[in-house]
């Protein structure tokens, strides 16, 4: 899965006569009703489930990369053919608990770069797992079949180096066999070669949906994208195609790192190991919990896009007892939530809810996903809704939720006992598309927190007050350590008074919080922009989590109290500029019942990344 963008630099772009007598031009241009009804089951779908399996599972070792940075050599890592056996291999057990854990599609390696096929393939000069390995079985057939019979699309991974192929130019990062711009003849063998096992997997398997990985080591003229694309579509006028044929695809696919904005493409899909690896690696013991990963499954859903998991079966074919486990759990909340997980479409924007939100195809539905424990106390805050609601229940419980309207915001009660242990979801009716109110700058004042009726109320919008930049203790006397407010302390409720001067360091002469998609509350930060304090509400169900942090951190801490906390970072790819996700994990006895703030000590002054995951150029 790893790209390496110095391999990049190595390629000449030399362009080569096509396979194919069926050009580019003479394939049909999708209009944007046709490919939208293609799509459609894809945009629907929301999870898939992705599976990495190989000869790379025998030692437990990087799929491919291993011996490409020449961790071993490749005769040591192909010796792992002999011990890749398959005893176990149940594909109907696989696809019961794929759809156990509510995916729609899956997605399999038939070939990575090491070039081990994993199909009867014909294609001359072929490795196999039916000749070569242990197996001695074709072991696509049989998953894909199941696959169908069960209801699922099928998807097909495919690598388009190989690297063992004694006609593909790039055998390691150091060695090359040849040069294209020596050897064309040799390249024309290979492509060949490739186009064959294309026309294989979509002729045998007609497969839904065509995962290419591996495209930057060549141009698109030297692939023969077109040409390929011309070739598939032979078997399957609606096949789906991935971005990584040069960006001749139909959907993005960022990897590991969950976009902090919205991407422009209407169509994407993050892939997501649930460790560290892709493949069956033992000792990879950093599993994100079920509780990480269904909020990232909601996080993608609430940007319209698709969750692609990932799990590496041993070489055996059994799956390891943590994957397996994880499914499960997903399949839990999934199973419960499927009104607002199939069929929604992306939400609304972060400014009307501190959570995450999705929206039904006919607009008429808005779906909060509340990651924390909500009591009969606490109230949910939705701002700048234009539409009077109808009705709003809890997913998945037959309890409804009570709103009423406060000017342009709806508050709404959840009765605690229908409270999800990893994300509650309420669902509100409109009786049209929801209409929202443009958003506006949220302004607390400091007579509006004195003498309030509802202090955890008057807490969120002070904290949505201070993200906004509006600070309504910048000119009071209060100080950093919570003096200089005595002679108004008769004026505030108790609970108010003493949250202000609890927290009084995150409300000293902080200022604007950080931008939309790093973190999903309310946040501020220090005058000299080091420390930054994020706004906790209610009891979370997991972690907090921070993305697009690009600085280090130094510390975190619990304002007002002094607890520290060790952050977990996951997701840092040492080959990627992009940062991994900070999940930060808060003792629950140490939570403000009305709201926490967690101080984050950076290493400097807030450097954040935010990527764009771009457009793509449609070329079925």
């Known amino acids: 899965m790893n790209k390496y963008p110095q391999i990049k630099t190595l390629l000449l772009c030399l362009l080569f006569f096509p396979l194919s007598k069926v050009s580019a031009q003479e394939a049909s241009k999708e209009t944007t009703a046709e490919k939208a009804k293609k799509m459609e089951w894809f945009k629907d779908a929301k999870l898939g489930i992705f599976i990495h399996w190989g000869i790379y599972s025998v030692n437990g070792i990087s799929e491919s990369w291993s011996f490409f940075n020449n961790y071993l050599s490749h005769d ?12 176990n291999y149940r594909p109907q057990e696989w696809v019961k608990l794929i759809k156990e854990s509510g995916a729609k599609y899956s997605v399999i390696t038939s070939k990575h770069h090491d070039g081990v096929s994993l199909w009867d393939t014909k294609a001359e000069k072929a490795t196999t797992t039916l000749k070569n390995s242990a197996a001695k079985k074709d072991l696509i057939t049989p998953f894909v079949a199941e696959l169908k019979k069960s209801g699922l699309k099928t998807g097909i991974y495919f690598s388009l180096p190989d690297w063992s192929h004694p006609d593909y130019d790039v055998f390691t990062r150091e060695r090359k066999r040849y040069k294209l711009s020596e050897e064309p003849a040799r390249w024309d063998k290979f492509t060949t070669y490739f186009q064959t096992q294309l026309n294989e997997l979509s002729g045998n398997f007609k497969p839904d949906l065509l995962w290419f990985d591996g495209d930057w080591e060549h141009t698109g003229e030297e692939w023969q994208s077109k040409n390929v694309l011309s070739l598939l579509k032979k078997h399957n006028p609606n096949i789906i195609i991935n971005s990584r044929l040069n960006h001749h695809g139909d959907y993005e696919t960022p990897e590991q790192g969950i976009p902090v904005l919205k991407p422009d493409n209407d169509y994407w899909e993050l892939c997501y190991t649930m460790n560290d690896s892709w493949g069956y690696q033992p000792y990879d013991y ?9 909020r990232t499954l909601v996080d993608c859903i609430s940007m319209g896009g698709n969750l692609l998991l990932d799990i590496g079966p041993k070489a055996d074919g059994t799956i390891p007892q943590e994957q397996v486990n994880i499914l499960k759990q997903l399949g839990r909340w999934t199973n419960k939530h499927a009104e607002a997980i199939y069929g929604t479409r992306a939400g609304i924007p972060a400014w009307h809810f501190s959570g995450k939100t999705a929206l039904s195809k006919d607009g008429k539905t808005l779906y909060l996903y509340a990651d924390w424990a909500v009591n009969n106390n606490d109230e949910l805050l939705l701002r700048g809704i234009k539409s009077q609601p109808v009705s709003a229940k809890v997913v998945g419980t037959n309890a409804a939720a009570n709103f009423s309207r406060k000017g342009n915001d709806l508050t709404l009660k959840v009765p ?9 979801v309420v669902a509100i009716k409109f ?19 004195k003498k309030g009726t509802d202090d955890q109320l008057h807490l969120k919008k002070l904290a949505n007050s201070i993200q906004a930049g509006n600070n309504p203790f910048l000119n009071t006397s209060l100080s950093v350590d919570g003096q200089g407010l005595e002679k108004d ?19 000293y002469k902080t200022g604007k919080g950080l931008p939309t998609g790093h973190y999903q509350g309310a946040s501020a930060l220090s005058a000299d922009k080091q420390t930054l304090y994020l706004f906790v509400e209610g009891k979370p169900t997991g972690p907090i989590a921070l993305k697009g942090l690009k600085n280090k951190i130094s510390r975190i801490r619990i304002v007002g109290e002094g607890t520290m906390i060790e952050p ?23 939570l403000d019942k009305n709201l926490t703030v967690i101080a984050v000590l950076l290493d400097g002054p807030i450097d954040l990344y935010r990527e764009k995951v771009g457009a793509i150029e449609s070329n079925l």
């Open 76 to 87: 040591n890592y192909m010796k792992q053919l002999n011990g890749f056996n398959a005893a």
């Open 286 to 294: 950093k599993y994100k919990s079920p509780n990480m990963i269904i």
């Open 416 to 424: 605690s006992s229908a409270s999800d242990k990893d994300v509650t």
């Open 431 to 449: 009786n049209e598309p929801l209409q929202l109110n443009a958003p506006s700058v949220e302004t607390v004042s400091y007579e509006d927190l």
């Open 489 to 507: 302390k008769a004026v505030f409720s108790s609970e108010m008074y003493n949250w202000i001067t609890k927290n009084s360091e995150a409300l």
């Open 568 to 590: 977990m970072l996951f997701n840092k790819l040492y080959w990627s500029a992009v940062p991994g996700i900070c999940y930060i994990e808060i003792p629950q006895p140490r």
